[in-house]
Nanobody, 118 residues
Framework: QVQLVESGGGLVQAGGSLRLSCAAS????????MAWFRQAPGKEREFVIR???????WYADSVKGRFTISKDNAKNTVYLQMNSLKPEDTAVYYC????????????WGQGTQVTVSS
């Protein structure tokens, strides 16, 4: 497992942008699949976007064309760039890691709040 710490959340107006960061501990970061999930009030946690090599390899339809994920293996950090934000993007955003590019996310960050005002 790795330790994950998110940052960069906040309040933004609809149409604005935010970039979230997730710093990871561990020496095998490059082999991990990294993903972002989110949980809105009263809703279940949902998948947002995922990468292994650094590109936006998998993403939810709701964020297509607006969110991108990137991975800096030298800094052990993954980023979520969110553009054209909508009020429905309001949620706590979580960073997660799966070993060896797998699909079982066994490391999670504490979450960072993103609030989009209309």
């Amino acid at each position: 497992q790795v330790q994950l710490v998110e940052s960069g959340g906040g309040l933004v107006q609809a149409g604005g942008s935010l970039r979230l960061s997730c710093a990871a501990s561990g020496r095998t970061f490059s082999s991990y699949a990294m993903a972002w999930f989110r949980q809105a009030p009263g809703k279940e946690r949902e998948f947002v976007i995922r990468t292994i090599s650094g590109g936006s390899e998998w993403y939810a339809d709701s964020v297509k064309g607006r969110f991108t994920i990137s991975k800096d293996n030298a800094k052990n950090t993954v980023y979520l760039q969110m553009n054209s934000l909508k009020p429905e993007d309001t949620a706590v955003y979580y960073c997660a890691a799966a070993q060896d590019g797998g699909w079982v996310y066994d490391s999670w960050g504490q979450g960072t709040q993103v609030t989009v005002s209309s």
